[in-house]
């Protein structure tokens, strides 16, 4: 019996107020991507300041358009950088949630190199999906239904 047991792939964007914990580093989202958006940038300093020949302009010059061939030139100024595919480990404690989920995040930096502004998006897909709501357990936490149930 060798089945393959299909994961959740089901990722969603995480809140800034959320807290995401790699082994035993814990951080807010929000400082996260702060931290994710630095490092990222600093990178490309380090390209800038190593690249004597044009700096950050040759990088805007290169990604701000792609020639196929004379007739075909597609324009961009962005770089976009994404995680590794599989994810990384990591728990997940989210704003009114019981408790920590564990599971894989992703995460994307768009950097537009034009406007010097740095983008950082995390995403987390729990290792077992969260069981969905019942649409009565609402109504089953109404005084009213409590009052009927205990009548019987």
């Known amino acids: 019996m060798n089945e393959k047991i299909e994961s959740n792939n089901n ?9 995401l914990l790699f082994d035993e580093a814990t951080f807010m989202v929000r400082k ?15 390209y800038v300041e ?6 950050k302009k040759q990088i805007i010059d290169c990604m701000n358009e792609l020639r196929i061939n004379e007739q075909i030139i597609i324009l961009g100024s962005e ?5 590794p595919k599989e994810g990384i480990d990591c728990q997940v404690l989210k704003i009114g949630s019981k408790g920590w989920q ?3 995040i992703k995460i994307e930096v768009n950097e537009n190199l034009q406007l010097g502004e740095t983008q950082v998006c995390i995403k987390f897909c729990a290792d077992e999906p969260v069981e969905p709501k019942s649409p009565l357990d609402d109504i089953r936490q109404s005084e009213e239904y409590k009052k009927l149930s205990n009548n019987n």
Do not use: C, M, R
């Open 11 to 19: 990722y969603e964007t995480v809140g800034d107020d959320d807290v």
């Open 79 to 83: 770089i976009n950088w994404n995680s």
């Open 50 to 55: 190593h690249n004597l020949q044009g700096g």
């Open 102 to 104: 564990k599971g894989k």
């Open 32 to 46: 996260f991507k702060k931290l994710t958006a630095s490092k990222f940038s600093k990178i490309l300093g380090y």
